[in-house]
């Protein structure tokens, strides 16, 4: 299906978006965490991802290149990022000095991400809805006869 | 990236080449006949392939089915009302009270 | 016209089992979408490419295909083995983009069929309408 290879074009880039969207969001959720269920210290992720072909652009106008054109997660990697120290002595999680370690965790670095990963999901979404307008729009070539 | 303009219709070329069996002998004109059939038909076979190619899901723009079925069609229409034509002009020889 | 006799036959019988897979998969995707919150639901699809790619063999190197391999290739619905659990709604935009892609290709399957039908029926009635 060559000309319906366009929507796995925009699919494999909503798969990304969608990916990028729930590693955001556990971040979000994760600023107040001190440590995981195996008694780890949270360390905040962040989505690698690249193009699904690193052939040159020509190779993407061949038929095999636009079956394997689109966007595909890399990995999901720990960010670099030294950890957030607040003085709780009081706390249960915290070290020999009284520091809590909570995850340095940028909130509006996350919501930035969050807003971007949204623009580009219905970015995505709009480009299937264009593909799929002009394939019908070419089905009235020749005239309504 | 090869983009070919639109008005690549047949029947430009189609209208010159009727022009020519006026001047031409009965051999000539069937000659020409000969050659509008199998063009016309080419392009009916390459309608019929572009279709098949759509049904396994083969081709690679849907604008390229529509356009070989829109010229098979064209060009089958000229074909057609060439050989009316013809027809009804050899039934009013025939006709004629000698 | 000798596309028109015998190939006839064999390209609207393609592409009416085009049309029948379409129908299919459809049956599939919205069963998938009405059962986006179902718990241990094992997701359906259309089991055709398998069929298609001897047919597409056939088409390619545009020799006669006969009318008993046609019959023979007919599309099912399949169902996953593996049970859907956990995160439900996640493959619901997949599945919308799987409903557009081929409400195209039914749309585009029935308007090449009609206009094929349409060149045929010119030499049926000579060119008059």
């Known amino acids: ?42 360390v905040p992720m962040q989505v690698i991802s690249g193009a699904k072909q690193g052939a040159s652009f020509a190779s993407y106008l061949s038929a095999a290149g636009v079956q394997s054109a689109g966007a595909k997660v890399f990995e999901v990697r720990a960010r670099n990022g030294a950890p957030r120290m607040v003085y709780e002595p009081g706390h249960p999680d915290a070290d020999g000095k009284g520091f809590v370690a909570y995850p340095g965790v940028d909130p509006v670095g996350e919501m930035v991400n969050l807003i971007s990963a949204m623009r580009a999901y219905e970015a995505n979404v709009a480009a299937l809805n264009a593909a799929k307008t002009m394939a019908l729009k070419a089905l009235e070539l020749g005239g309504s006869a | 990236m090869n983009i070919q303009s639109v008005d690549f219709l047949p029947l430009n070329a189609q209208i010159a080449e009727t022009s020519k069996p006026a001047a031409g002998a009965a051999a000539d004109f069937a000659h020409w006949m000969e050659q509008e059939f199998a063009q016309v038909n080419d392009k009916l076979i390459q309608a019929d392939d572009q279709v098949r190619k759509l ?10 089915v529509m356009i070989a079925l829109d010229q098979a069609k064209i060009s089958f229409q000229l074909l057609t009302q060439v050989r009316n034509k013809l027809l ?9 009270s000698v | 016209m000798l596309a028109i006799s015998e190939g006839d036959r064999v390209t609207s019988a393609l592409v009416s089992v085009a049309l029948d897979a379409a129908t299919l998969r459809h049956q599939a995707i919205a069963n998938n979408l009405a059962n986006i919150h179902s718990e241990n639901y094992r997701p359906q699809r259309v089991n055709f490419e398998e069929q298609l790619s001897a047919l597409r063999h056939a088409v390619a190197t545009q020799s006669p295909i006969a009318p008993a391999a046609l019959a023979q290739a007919q599309p099912f619905i399949e169902t996953d083995a593996a049970r859907r659990t956990g ?40 060119g008059r309408k």
């Open chain 3, 87 to 126: 995160d439900l709604a996640g493959r619901m935009d997949m599945e919308m983009v799987k409903l557009s892609q081929n409400a195209v290709h039914y749309q585009t399957l029935l308007k090449a069929l009609d206009r094929w039908g349409g060149i045929l029926t010119l030499a049926v009635n000579e």
């Open chain 1, 1 to 42: 299906m060559n000309y319906l290879s366009t929507f796995a074009i925009s699919a494999s880039g909503m798969t990304v978006e969608k990916a990028r969207l729930d590693v955001t969001a556990m971040n979000l959720a994760n600023v107040h965490s001190t440590r995981t269920a195996d008694g780890n210290a949270f």
């Open chain 2, 88 to 96: 009804e002009g050899y039934q009013d020889i025939l006709r004629m």
């Open chain 2, 55 to 64: 049904a396994v899901g083969e081709v690679d723009n849907v604008h390229q």
